[in-house]
Nanobody
Framework: VQLQASGGGLVQAGGSLRLSCAAS????????MGWFRQAPGKEREFVQA????????YSADSVKGRFTISRDNAKNTVYLQMNSLKPEDTAVYYC???????????????????????WGQGTLVTVSS
């Protein structure tokens, strides 16, 4: 299974970026997907998640109303649209695919790291003030 994240970069506060994560090696539509981030010196934290069909999404309070997760099962790709970016959003962003049996149904908590079996390499987002 491979997850390839892209779309990071340098943006001014208030700006927008869209991250993409292309998946291969498993039936993409059978699994929920998530985005996490890790800032320097901090632990990896949950950002947003989406169920297999895209019918339900979950968000950390810190990004609610600013970020939007979506997926295109025909393209095996999950997206993270980030608007109104803040300097505190600066981090490496990781996409992840859930463990077998967790599609949205069968998941304990999509905000938990251990729900995810496969991780992308990360893409750096830097927001300048």
């Amino acid at each position: 299974v491979q997850l390839q994240a892209s779309g990071g970069g340098l943006v001014q506060a208030g700006g927008s970026l869209r991250l993409s994560c292309a998946a291969s090696g498993r039936t993409f539509s059978s699994y929920a997907m998530g985005w996490f981030r890790q800032a320097p010196g901090k632990e990896r934290e949950f950002v947003q998640a989406i169920t297999w069909s895209g019918g339900s999404t979950y968000s950390a309070d810190s990004v609610k109303g600013r970020f939007t997760i979506s997926r295109d099962n025909a393209k095996n790709t999950v997206y993270l649209q980030m608007n109104s970016l803040k300097p505190e959003d600066t981090a490496v962003y990781y996409c992840a695919s859930t463990r077998t049996g967790c599609s949205g149904y069968g998941c304990y908590d999509l905000g938990l790291i251990h729900e995810y079996d496969y991780w992308g390499q990360g893409t750096l987002v830097t927001v300048s003030s």
